[in-house]
Each structure stands twice: as C-alpha cells, then as structure tokens.
C-alpha cells in the first residue's frame, strides 16, 4: 500500500486492443482444469513449505466457469485453521480501488458524477485545499498529488475509523501540482471514498455491498470490518521464514481512506468479480455496469503518459506483454500480498493471495520503520519460496498464455526519424513521482532511490546502474524501446520533465543534485560519527579551541538530532493527525537551534589561531566541518526555514 520500501513501482500496464480483436480472440485459450490445478500445486505447495508462508489463495477463471478456487496451508496457525476458499476471507488491499473505480463508473453512468469538475463540489464532510481544482479523472489515475505517507491512516480491527473533518483538512492538502504525472496515490482514492459516501450518504461497507457485492452475487465480500468479526477472516502474519512466523495486527483503513481499498474476500467471491470483469460489467443476467460505463472504466486513453506507451483506465492500468489486452493490480497491506491479471482476448484472469511479504505496519515513524525493517529480513533460504509466490500470477501466463499478439498501441505512434528529438535536456537524474510529503523521511527515501538517464551512443539511451535493462533505441518521438520490447518514454510537462519506463510504465521526475540531494544522507551519516568523536575533546587536558568547539558543538549536535529524531516520529501522527503546533514548534525550534550552535562554533574555531598542535587541529577542523556539513544536509531536507502547519519549503 504505501511507501516503507520503494515497493511501489506500479505494477500495473498495457495497451488498448479494439474490439474486433478481443471479440476474434474471445474464448481462444483452452485451459484444462486438472492441468492448470496440477501446475499451481508444483509450483505453491513447495514455495509455502520454503518460505514459512502460512497460507496461500489462488483463483483462475474464464468468462464462463471457474478453473482453479484453491486454498492452500493455514488461514489460523494457533488454531490450525485450513485455508477454505470458499468461505476464508484474505484482504486484498488495494486491489479494493478498482472495486471502488466500479462504483464511481455506476454513479457516472447514472449522471450523478462528472470526471471533469472540482471535487469539492461533492464533498461534504471534508474540503481539498490549494489553489488548483482536483477532479476524478485525476484521482483516478493517481494524478492528485496527495502526500504519499499513509502514517495513521490505518487502525486495528477493534479500532475507531472515523476521521475528524479538521484531521482530514489537514490531510487533504495537494503537495504537487494535480493533474500532470501520474504517481501511486492513496489518498486520493481515500477521497473519492469520501465522495461516494457524500453523494450517496450511505456507508462506504453499504455502498459496496448494495452497489456491487450483492448484484454481482459476491456474498461473502465485506468492506472493512466484516459482520462476524474476525470469524471468517485469515489471519495477519509477518514471515522470514520457516519457524519465523509471526501474528500482527488486521488494519482497518479508516474512512478517510477506505476508497483506497480494505475489502476481505473468499476465493468465491474473488473468482466471481475476475468473472464479472472478463464478461465486461455482466455477470450471470445481472448487469452491474453498463456496457458503456464498463468500456469507460478500462479506457486507457484516460491517463496515457505517451502515445506509445501502456496507460491507465479509471484504476485500472495497462500491461505490455504481447498477450492481447491486459490489465491488472496489485494490493499489499500488512500481512497479505496480492496481484490479480486479467485476458480478456485470452479469457482468463487469475489472482494469487498470500500470508505474509509484508511488515506488520505501514506507519513511518521510527519505532515502525526499525521494526519493520526486521520484519522484512527475510532469511536467505526462504526467498525462492517468496519470489515463486509473488511471480506466480507472471509464470501462469508464460506457461499458458503464448505472447504472440501485436503491440496495440504501436499504430498511434510516428517511426523513428535520423533526430533524437531534443534528447539532451532530458538526460540527468530522476526520482520517482511518488517522493513527494511533509515526512522527510519519506522524501529521504525516494531521493536515495534516483535513477540517472544517460546516453549510450548514438540516439540510444540507457538508465544508469541498471545494465540488465541494456540499451533502448528510439522507436518514435522521445519513445525507446530495448532488445526484450519494453518502453521507456520521455514528456515535457508544464510542471517538469518525466520519464515513464516498464511494462506498467513507471513514472520518474527529473531533478538534480540540489533537489533530491542523495548524496546528503552519506554527508549526514559521516557528519553524525565525526561529531561523536568530539566527545573526546571535551576532557580537561584538551587544548581551549577543541575543548570549546566539543563544549558547545555537541549540544547543538544534540539538539539537531532530537529535532529530527521527534519529527520522524511524531510529525505525522501528532502535528497533522492531531493539529498540535506547540510541541511540533518546539521540537522544530530546538532543531534550528542546533544549527546555529554547530555553524557558529564551526565559524569560531576556523577563525581562531591558537596553536594546539597539527593533529589537534586536524581533528577540529573535522568536527567543524562535520557540524556545518550536518546544517548542509538538514538544509536541503527542507527541515530548516519551516514551521508548522508546512513541514517544508
């Protein structure tokens, strides 16, 4: 769901086929059940027993039957639960927002939306501020611009999920321009939750269950907290390996954000929604959406970064692999993993749930973070069995699906003439769209995960540090395409230049040193163990200048550390969540404070010509220089200059 890890390249893409080829390749696959049954249990049987996984749910349908609805391992390790397919619900996370992409369809179809005017039209119970108007075409295609740390927007089971109107203000603040890059977006999904609940003023869980559950004959589905408890639900578990599994909470999302996703779901009711999809918004006489509002709903030209690339539907994004059109998503929240694929000119669609793959808690404060980075230290021998388990839905279609189709965007796009196309000004570093919130620390870790664009002779370009991907050749204008088929796109937006490249067409923003400095953590890490030796200066023997630069240094060291070390646990949950501005004032106060203590001391002891010896010397300059070379970093992490109710500048 979110940004613990760079989890987050989308994974989801492709392109459009028309009509006549989907109704010319409609029913084409032949699939026998006990052969696909077979091949599932070769390949999760042994991947389940390798990783320590719990338990797993695999579905496999056509239009009009039902291949493969299986449970494997355990749903409740303490009480040796099996995984019942039929009645076991696993939360499939995220893929919940193309649920909630259906029933904005339906309202858009029965005119009672528009994708096109401000959203604030319909919104009632809270208002998106900033000087730009967002609309559903944008939240629908994750071009909304909304902070991408979830911190706090998830409860546990018993929790409470309501969401005060002055929190979700705050919230609701666009951190870039709306409308332009499309960047993995779950809090604006939370919004259109918002507006469906408004427009309807009913429930999000009776929404969903009177809208689509019902009709569709999903009767197992729930939306939250189901209506028997926990009775039916598989358990949440964090796994490193065999004997290394443990139980973690069953997150809520709260309903600021529950259009993001949050639906718990057996293999039955899941093989009847991939169903409904393959026979395009019908299911067994029941119409749940219209043909014309199902054509909507996966019309990629809604969001296409470049004509040649894959795009995105209202949710729903496009795959490339030249298996006829194809579209998918994926859905991870703490304790469950999840990816579903749909063919329809192969009539086929699968989903692959499991236990596990995630850490216990999305929250980025750093009593979350160091747990989680334990939680998902998987042990060596157990990641064959992960990587199976997360691949399977891809291996189900190299193994039965045969990639022989045309790439159906390639007639929007121009050949390739003798010109790069001003190739020049896109060269250089980019970080991914989504690195964008008031946590520094998120925006930390997008900033270490840069990529560099380069040329590789001639009009060929490559990405920097990724030689797996080889070189890719122009194919059209600011469109590249390497040895294995797979794009990389260039666009000149009003807000900045992008790159978009993989089969899902993953979108990165140009930047530069200075403004996604990466190089400043290094800087901050050498600076931290360099002041630590001043600690040594400070002893009675110690030469005056040394003794005063530690006396004064390290408590601004001290106070800078604090500072950050507060925000980082705290910004979110208290300052945003709670609408505190004292206690984030002072934290922040004491954090500038630091600066002036290290920078002023830095100043002094370059100034002062006392003779204290060589190595004396040498070493204050070293802590000097590592007091302003901490101001440097905390500088460009945009900590230092902003107050609260902004984080950064």
């Known amino acids: 769901m979110s940004s613990i890890v760079l989890l987050a390249l989308p994974l989801l893409a492709i392109q459009v086929a028309g009509p006549d080829i989907a109704q010319a390749r409609a029913d084409s696959l032949v699939l026998n059940p006990s052969t696909a049954e077979a091949w599932v249990d070769r390949l999760v049987k042994p991947a389940l027993a390798g990783s320590g996984v719990p338990g797993a749910l695999v579905v496999i349908v056509q239009r009009s039957r039902v291949i493969l609805n299986k449970g494997y391992g355990l749903a409740d390790v303490a009480a040796g639960a099996p995984v019942d397919a039929g009645r076991t619900l696993f939360n499939t996370a995220s893929i919940g927002k193309s649920l909630t992409a259906m029933i904005t369809a339906q309202l858009l179809d029965d005119g009672g939306l528009d ?65 332009y890059a499309m960047a993995y977006d779950n809090q604006g999904f939370g919004v259109i939750g918002l507006i469906l609940r408004d427009v309807t003023r009913k429930s999000i869980a009776d929404l969903f269950r009177e809208r689509l559950f019902e009709p569709a004959g999903m009767t197992g589905a729930a939306h939250g907290r189901p209506p028997d408890g926990k009775a039916r639900l598989a358990r949440c578990y964090t796994v490193q390996g065999p004997g290394a599994v443990q139980e973690c909470e069953y997150w809520l999302y709260r309903d600021g954000l529950q259009g993001a996703g949050g639906i718990a779901m057996s293999g039955t009711d899941m093989g009847r929604y991939l169903r409904l999809l393959l026979n395009r918004g019908t299911l067994e006489g029941h119409v749940v959406l219209s043909p014309a509002a199902f054509a909507d709903l996966i019309d990629f030209d809604h969001a296409r970064f470049h004509p040649g690339m894959p795009g995105a539907g209202l949710a729903f994004v496009q795959f490339e692999e030249f298996r006829g059109l194809e579209y998918a998503h994926s859905g991870h929240i703490p304790g469950f993993s999840s990816m579903m694929k749909v063919y329809p000119d192969a009539d086929v669609a699968i989903y692959v749930g499991f236990l596990g793959g995630t850490p216990g808690s999305f929250d980025l404060t750093v009593t979350n973070v160091l747990r989680s980075l334990r939680q998902i230290d998987i042990q060596a021998a157990a990641r064959p069995g992960f990587e199976v388990l997360n691949n399977l839905t891809d291996s189900f279609a190299v193994r039965f699906i045969p990639p022989d189709q045309p790439r159906s965007s390639e007639s929007t796009v121009q050949k390739a003439g003798a010109s790069a196309w001003g190739l020049d000004e896109f060269l250089g570093s980019y970080v991914i769209a989504t690195n964008h919130s008031q946590s520094f620390v998120s925006r930390l870790g997008g900033w270490v995960g840069t990529i560099r664009l380069e040329r590789a002779g001639g009009s060929n370009v490559r990405l920097g540090g990724i030689p797996s991907l080889g070189e890719y050749h122009p194919v059209g204008p600011l469109l590249y395409e390497n040895a294995k088929g797979d794009r990389l796109a260039l666009a000149k937006l009003p807000v900045g230049r992008y790159l978009a490249v993989g089969l899902s067409g993953g979108v990165f923003k140009q930047t530069n040193r200075f403004e996604s400095p990466g190089w400043s953590v290094l800087l901050f890490l050498i600076s931290v163990v360099m002041m630590l030796t001043a600690a040594m200066q400070l002893r009675r023997t110690a030469p005056g200048p040394l003794r005063k630069l530690a006396r004064w240094g390290l408590p601004g060291f001290v106070l800078v550390l604090g500072g950050l070390l507060a925000e980082w646990q705290w910004c979110v949950t208290l300052a945003i969540g709670k609408g505190a501005i004292v206690l984030p004032a002072l934290w922040r106060l004491a954090l500038h404070a630091g600066v002036v203590l290290l920078v002023w001391q830095a100043v002094a002891f370059f100034r002062a010509h006392a003779p204290i010896g060589r190595l004396n010397r040498l070493h204050g300059i070293l802590i000097a220089t590592a007091g302003i070379g901490m101001a440097v970093a905390v500088t460009f992490w945009r900590v230092i200059g902003a107050f609260p109710p902004y984080w950064s500048w």
């Open 115 to 179: 994708l096109d005017v401000d959203v604030n039209r319909y919104l009632t119970s809270a208002r998106i501020a900033g000087p730009d108007s967002v609309t559903l075409r944008m939240l629908l295609a994750h071009r909304g611009g909304f902070d991408d740390d979830i911190t706090g927007l998830l409860v546990p089971f018993d929790g409470n999920i309501t969401i005060p109107r002055a929190e979700l203000d705050r919230r609701l603040r666009p951190l870039v321009a709306p409308g």
